[in-house]
């Protein structure tokens, strides 16, 4: 994954800054520790920081950048085929069977989304309008396992594939997609340069020694809706510049 210039465009994120700031945390504009990058452009992709931390049982994944987070999204096509995502994510190294997947399926990575062409998040009712299936335009979260596959792309990374017939261990909120993908509910909090989200986890400790980047892209359902899937098309922004993971947590 490399970083790349003009790949998105500024969308109508209706309703994106859902929650506020004051829902976050304190401190949450407080950009120390962690990854520190160089600002480019003032973007909504554009990270300037990325961190994560730890109180008790909740891990908070923290992101700021250039501009004014989760104010762009992608445009709707009307379609699941060919549509587009837009993402903050966070890659660690925690292994994918502390969240429920199999152990070592991938790079397990945290990460908040919008995508108006349809709604992963069955359990949940983000705009509260009593239907649990038209919300994927509002900025949630996800727990994904990513891979690389150069069928999208050489070096590209893709949310890895669950090929038919197989029954790989799934975590109780995996969404239902073929996709090795988590919807947890954990609701992201966004206000003006900062986007958190905070995640409790059964067992902190597996957190205390991960390594961690923070990354902006843009991603894409396959137009013929096979595998591979959902692809990392475009990279808008890598925290350490080359996805080495370098972030140590509460540092």
């Known amino acids: 994954m490399t970083r790349k210039s003009n790949l998105y465009h500024a969308g109508a994120c209706l309703a994106a800054?859902?929650?506020?700031?004051?829902?976050?945390?304190?401190?949450?504009?407080?950009?120390?520790?962690?990854?520190?990058?160089?600002?480019?452009?003032?973007?909504?992709?554009?990270?300037?920081?990325?961190?994560i931390t730890t109180e008790g049982?909740?891990?908070?994944?923290?992101?700021?950048?250039?501009?004014?987070?989760?104010?762009?999204?992608?445009?709707?096509?009307?379609?699941?085929?060919?549509?587009?995502?837009?993402?903050?994510v966070w890659p660690t190294t925690l292994d994918s069977a502390t969240v429920g997947f199999e152990p070592g399926a991938g790079i397990l990575a945290m990460v908040a989304t919008?995508?108006?062409?349809?709604?992963?998040?069955?359990?949940?009712?983000?705009?509260?309008?009593?239907?649990?299936?038209?919300?994927?335009?509002?900025?949630?979260?996800?727990?994904?396992?990513?891979?690389?596959?150069?069928?999208?792309?050489?070096?590209?990374?893709?949310v890895i594939d669950i090929p038919e017939g197989s029954t790989p261990r799934l975590p109780a909120t995996w969404p239902g997609l073929p996709l090795l993908i988590d919807s947890p509910g954990w609701q992201p909090m966004l206000d003006a340069e900062t986007i958190e989200i905070a995640v409790a986890f059964d067992d902190i400790g597996a957190v205390g020694t991960v390594g961690f980047d923070g990354v902006t892209a843009g991603l894409r359902v396959n137009a013929d809706v096979h595998a591979p899937l959902l692809c990392v098309t475009d990279v808008f922004d890598v925290a350490s510049g080359d996805l080495s993971l370098p972030g140590k947590v509460n540092q």
């Open 114 to 158: 919008a995508h108006p062409d349809f709604d992963d998040t069955p359990l949940y009712d983000e705009n509260r309008d009593g239907d649990r299936g038209n919300d994927g335009d509002l900025w949630h979260s996800h727990w994904v396992v990513l891979g690389q596959d150069d069928a999208c792309g050489a070096g590209a990374l893709k």
């Open 57 to 88: 049982r909740v891990a908070t994944f923290h992101m700021a950048v250039s501009g004014a987070a989760g104010e762009s999204c992608p445009a709707a096509i009307g379609a699941l085929a060919g549509s587009q995502v837009f993402a903050y």
């Open 17 to 51: 800054l859902l929650g506020g700031s004051a829902a976050l945390a304190d401190g949450a504009h407080d950009h120390t520790g962690g990854i520190t990058a160089t600002a480019g452009d003032r973007a909504p992709f554009d990270i300037v920081h990325a961190r």
